[in-house]
């Protein structure tokens, strides 16, 4: 079954260092996102992506976050300069279509720990 | 207003009973409702969902019910199984835009 892998799995950075959270989302989808979930949290949405565009982000998503598509098959999360607050566990995911017409598959995650 | 509340945050159940989560949400943008199914670990999966058009959906032991005048909607899991033990949460999608709205979640442990 085709699913989506995102690495590392576990992340520990210097507060104010950069990190980059690396996802492999399925083959033939077109639209690509970041979600977060701060511990005992909800799940929150970061960002959306198609056509190699942002196509929606949240307020969370601030200039200290990009994205980026860098090849046929890889999905990026950067944090330019992590804060402590950053410290939470980031879903990426990825659907055929748009979230309301096609099932979102998220990936395992990435814990990222700001010290 | 963007926001999806969800209820109770955790819910013990004896195997073989039903149980019951319940969302309600404001903004009438938004058209399709997903429950999903997170393990710890692991990321959340797609269980069931279901669009306002309809009151109810089921599949095999999962039903969504769906009140659109009151907003609100609710999982039903009968017959709860030792490995339903998860936690579910309820979201929602906007009619223009390509996102999901989360609830809380909902920690259910059935007790065997």
């Known amino acids: 079954e085709p699913e989506v892998t995102q690495t590392p799995s576990h992340q520990v950075t210097q507060m104010g260092q950069e990190v980059i959270l690396r996802c492999v989302p399925i083959?033939?989808?077109?639209?690509f996102y970041w979600y977060r979930q701060i511990l005992g949290q909800k799940v929150e949405f970061l960002v959306s992506?198609?056509?190699?565009?942002?196509?929606?982000k949240s307020e969370i998503f601030d200039d200290q976050f990009s994205v980026e598509r860098p090849d046929g098959s890889n999905f990026t999360l950067k944090i330019r300069s992590t804060k402590l607050e950053d410290s939470a566990m980031y879903f990426c995911?990825?659907?055929?279509?748009?979230?309301?017409?096609?099932?979102?598959?998220f990936g395992q995650g990435t814990r990222l720990t700001v010290v | 207003q963007q926001q999806v509340k969800q209820s109770p945050q955790s819910l013990i159940v004896q195997k073989g009973g039903i149980s019951i989560i319940n969302c309600a949400y404001e903004?009438?943008?938004?058209?399709?409702f997903p429950w999903y199914q997170q393990f710890p670990g692991k990321g959340p999966a797609l269980l069931i969902a279901i669009r306002p058009d309809v009151s109810e959906k089921k599949e095999g032991r999962f039903t969504i019910s769906f009140n659109k005048s009151a907003k609100q909607f609710s999982l039903h899991i009968m017959d709860s199984q030792p490995g339903d033990s998860a936690t579910y949460f309820c979201a929602a999608s906007p009619r223009y835009g390509n996102k999901l709205v989360f609830g809380a979640g909902t920690i259910l442990r059935v007790k065997s």
């Open positions: 083959s033939n989808h077109l639209y």
């Open positions: 903004n009438t943008a938004f058209d399709y």
């Open positions: 995911a990825s659907s055929e279509e748009g979230t309301r017409n096609t099932e979102a598959f």
């Open positions: 992506f198609y056509n190699n565009e942002i196509s929606e």
